[in-house]
C-alpha cells in the first residue's frame, strides 16, 4: 500500500499543488522559498493533529486570502450557492491483492474488487454556519474599532482601527473546522469524487494512525559542538525506551536492570553514612512520636533516567577517546540523522502494541546541512539501502517505508535517480511568473517532450546532468559555453563588469546573482527543452558561428557528394552557411550567415501556440555569437577575443 500523489489546496505557496509519489525516494529539490518545508509542515498538521498544530491566518495563501476577503465584506452569499471554502489535503492511496485490508476496512468506499484506490480527505474549511458567524463577529468588530479610533481622536489620539487581516490573524481558528475524511476515487482516472464521502470520526474502530504514520526529521536539528553539547547522547535514551518494548532486546535490558539493583544496595549503604547528620536532626524534631515519621534516604536508580543523564557517545581516535561534541558539525549531523532514523523505523514497528500502520512515511528535510561533497554522496547512496527492508514486525508482518527528501544540494541530486525527482519551481503564466503559487513537476515527464528522432538528446541529458551540471536546477540564470576558453575568461569578466559598471533601477551584480555557468559545446539545443521545463528566468547561449562553404567531392566510391568545409567570412559570397546546430535550432533552421548575421543581437522567447523560438525584444534567451566588424569576420570565440584586442599590448 503506498501514496501516489499528494494534492494541497490554499496553504501558503501551495495554491493548486499535485505531487506525484514513488514507491520509495521521492526527492524534492527546487530553488529558495519554492514550498519543500510548507510540505512537510502540512503533512504534519493534518496527520499529526495536535493542540500546538493549528493553522495560522499566515498559513493562507495570499490569493486565498482575497477570496476569503471578498467572501466576508460583500453581501451576504445564499446558502444554495455557498461553497466550502479552507485548506485541503488530498491523498491519493493504491493497494493491491497482497494488502492487509483490516485497517482501512471501515473507510473503503468502493467494493468493485477493479477499484485498488483509497482518498483520504483532510480540510480546515469554513462552513455556510461558521460563515455566517464569522461575518456578523467581524461587523461588530468594525463597529468597535471605529467606536475606539473616534473617542482616541476626540482625546488628541492617534488610534487606528484594526483592519479585517487583523481580525483574522486573531479570531479565523473560531470559525475555521477541521474535517477529515475518506473520499470515493474514479477508478478510471484516479480524480476524486469529492461529494461521496465518509467522516472518519463516524466510522467504527478506525484510527488514521493504523492507517498512516508520518514522521520527519527536519532541517532544525538540534546539532551543534559546543562544549556543553550532548545530541547523540540524550538520543541513547530515547533508543532505549524503544527497544526497552521489543523483545529482541530483553536479556541485555534484564541484566541492566539487574545491575542496577544490585548498585542500589551499595548506594543506599553509602547514603546511611552521608545523610546521618540530617536524618537524626528529623528525628529530634520536636511534636514527632519515637519512630514515627522515620525517614531514610535510599538509592532509586531509573534505567530509562540512568541513560538520559548519563551515557555519553565518544569517538575513538588512535586510542583515546574523545567527547561527541570535538566531531565535526558534518559528522555530527549524519550520525544524528541515523539515530533518528532508527528510532523512527523502531516506532512505526509498534513492537508490542498492533500491527505497523499501513503506510509509513518518513520525510527527511535537507540532510546536507554542515556535510561537504563527499559526504553527501555517501549520504544518497547509503540512504536506500539503510530504509530497503522497511518495516519488519516481529510477527514477520512487513510493510513498506516511502520517504521523501528535500534537497538544496547538486551533489546529493547528481548521485540519485533521475526518476526519483520532484521538482518545485513557481508557474509561468503568460511569460510571467506567478509568485504566489507552486507547482512540482515530475523528471520522469520530461521524456515525453523528446520525439522518437531525439530520444537519444534526452539520453545524453539525463546522463550529463547527473554526472555534471545538477546545479542547474537551483540556478536562476545559466550562461552556455562552448569550451575552456570561455569558461576561463567568462568569470573575469563578469568580475571586470561588476567593477566598472554602475547599476541601474534593481539591478545586481553579476557574481552575486544565482547564475551557472555550463560547457556544452555546440549542443546548448539539446538543453532548451529542459530549460523551459524547469522555468529557467534567463538564460545566454554564447556560440561559435562556425562558417561553412558548400563544396561538391567524390567519395571513395568515386560519387559526387555535397559537404561543408570551414572557411573564412567573404561578405561577398551568399553561399556560406554555419555548421552550428544550436544556431540553426534556435533560429528555426536558418542557415545562410549572411540571414543569420542580419538576425544580431538574437535575443529569443518561445511561442507555447506555434511551439518555436521567436524574436522578441523581451525574451528571457539570447543567443550569442561572433558578429565582427566591416573588415573582418571572426569564426570562433577565440577568433572573436583576438580580433577585438588585436591593438592591446601586455
Given amino acids: 500500500m503506498v501514496i501516489r500523489q499528494i494534492q494541497v489546496k490554499n496553504f501558503r ?77 488530498r491523498l491519493l492511496i493504491e493497494y493491491d491483492d497482497h494488502d492487509d485490508l483490516e485497517y482501512i476496512s471501515p473507510i473503503l468506499m468502493d467494493l468493485d474488487a477493479d477499484n485498488n484506490f483509497l482518498g483520504l480527505g483532510f480540510d480546515y474549511i469554513l462552513t455556510y454556519d461558521m460563515y455566517v458567524n464569522l461575518k456578523n463577529a467581524y461587523q461588530k468588530f468594525v463597529e468597535h474599532e471605529k467606536s475606539k479610533e473616534e473617542k482616541s481622536r476626540e482625546n488628541g489620539g492617534e488610534y487606528t482601527a484594526k483592519t479585517l487581516d487583523d481580525f483574522l490573524n486573531s479570531k479565523q481558528s473560531n470559525y475555521f473546522v477541521t474535517i477529515r475524511k475518506s473520499i470515493l476515487i474514479n477508478k478510471t482516472d484516479g480524480t476524486f469524487i469529492e461529494e461521496q464521502y465518509i467522516n472518519l470520526k463516524d466510522a467504527t474502530n478506525f484510527r488514521l494512525c493504523d492507517v498512516i504514520n508520518f514522521q520527519y526529521i527536519n532541517a532544525k536539528r538540534n546539532v551543534d559542538n559546543k562544549d556543553v553539547d550532548k545530541t547523540l547522547s540524550s538520543q541513547t535514551s530515547e533508543l532505549y525506551k524503544i527497544q526497552e518494548a521489543a523483545d529482541e532486546q530483553q536479556d541485555a535490558i534484564e541484566k541492566f536492570q539487574d545491575s542496577l539493583k544490585d548498585t542500589d544496595k551499595v548506594l543506599s549503604s553509602i547514603y546511611d553514612n552521608m545523610f546521618s547528620d540530617i ?97 553527501q554522496y555517501v549520504f544518497i547512496k547509503n540512504i536506500k539501502n539503510l530504509l530497503l527492508q522497511g518495516i519488519q514486525h516481529k510477527n514477520g508482518i512487513k510493510r513498506k517505508l516511502q520517504y521523501i527528501i528535500s534537497s538544496y544540494s547538486s551533489h546529493i541530486v547528481s548521485d540519485c535517480d533521475f526518476d526519483d525527482i520532484k521538482y518545485l519551481a513557481h508557474p509561468i503564466c503568460d511569460g510571467s511568473v506567478e509568485r504566489n503559487a507552486v507547482i512540482a513537476k515530475n523528471l520522469k515527464v520530461l521524456q515525453n517532450e523528446y520525439d522518437d528522432d531525439h530520444k537519444h538528446y534526452f539520453a545524453f541529458l539525463k546522463q550529463y546532468l547527473t554526472l555534471n551540471r545538477s546545479e542547474l536546477f537551483f540556478a536562476d540564470k545559466a550562461i552556455f559555453i562552448e569550451g575552456d576558453t570561455e569558461r576561463i575568461l567568462l568569470s573575469a569578466m563578469m568580475k571586470k563588469i561588476d567593477q566598472e559598471c554602475e547599476l541601474e533601477g534593481n539591478e545586481e551584480f553579476l557574481m552575486s546573482q544565482n547564475i551557472s555557468i555550463v560547457e556544452v559545446g555546440a549542443y546548448s539545443h539539446i538543453f532548451e527543452k529542459f ?40 561578405a561577398t559570397d551568399d553561399s556560406l552557411v554555419t555548421s552550428n546546430a544550436s544556431i540553426k535550432y534556435f533560429l528555426n533552421n536558418t542557415q545562410k550567415v549572411k540571414d543569420i548575421l542580419a538576425m544580431h543581437p538574437a535575443i529569443l522567447s518561445w511561442n507555447f501556440e506555434n511551439k518555436k523560438w521567436e524574436t522578441d525584444e523581451k525574451g528571457y534567451l539570447r543567443l550569442a555569437f561572433q558578429y565582427g566588424k566591416k573588415t573582418y569576420q571572426p569564426r570562433s570565440f577565440e577568433d572573436a577575443f583576438f580580433s577585438e584586442n588585436e591593438n592591446v599590448y601586455y
Fill in 531 to 570: 530549460l523551459r521545463f524547469i522555468g529557467l528566468r534567463k538564460c545566454l547561449v554564447i556560440t561559435d558561428i562556425d562558417c561553412c562553404k558548400p563544396v561538391t567531392k567524390r567519395d571513395k566510391n568515386g560519387k559526387e557528394r555535397k559537404y561543408i568545409e570551414k572557411t573564412k567570412y567573404d
Fill in 13 to 89: 505557496l501551495l495554491k493548486e499543488f499535485t505531487m506525484e509519489m514513488e514507491n520509495e525516494l521521492s526527492l524534492v529539490i527546487g530553488k529558495n522559498n519554492v514550498g519543500k518545508t510548507s510540505l512537510l509542515v502540512i503533512l504534519d498538521k493534518f496527520l499529526n493533529q495536535g493542540d500546538r498544530k493549528g493553522f495560522q491566518y499566515n498559513d493562507f495563501n495570499l490569493d486565498f486570502r482575497c477570496q476569503l476577503k471578498d467572501l466576508i465584506e460583500k453581501e451576504v452569499v445564499d446558502d444554495t450557492k455557498y461553497k466550502e471554502i479552507g485548506i485541503q489535503l
Fill in 279 to 375: 536524618v537524626n536532626k528529623v528525628r529530634r524534631f520536636g511534636g514527632m512520636s519515637k519512630n514515627e515519621t522515620v525517614i531514610k534516604v535510599v538509592s532509586s536508580l531509573q534505567h530509562r533516567e540512568m541513560l538520559k543523564g548519563n551515557t555519553t557517545v565518544v569517538y575513538q581516535q588512535e586510542d583515546k577517546e574523545l567527547p561527541e561534541n570535538y566531531n565535526g558539525l558534518g559528522y555530527m549531523n549524519l550520525i544524528s540523522m541515523i539515530f533518528d532514523i532508527d528510532l523512527i523505523i523502531k516506532r512505526m514497528q509498534r513492537n508490542k502494541e498492533r500491527k505497523p500502520a499501513d503506510i509509513n512515511l518518513l520525510f527527511i528535510e535537507e540532510p546536507e546541512a554542515h556535510t561537504h561533497p563527499q559526504m
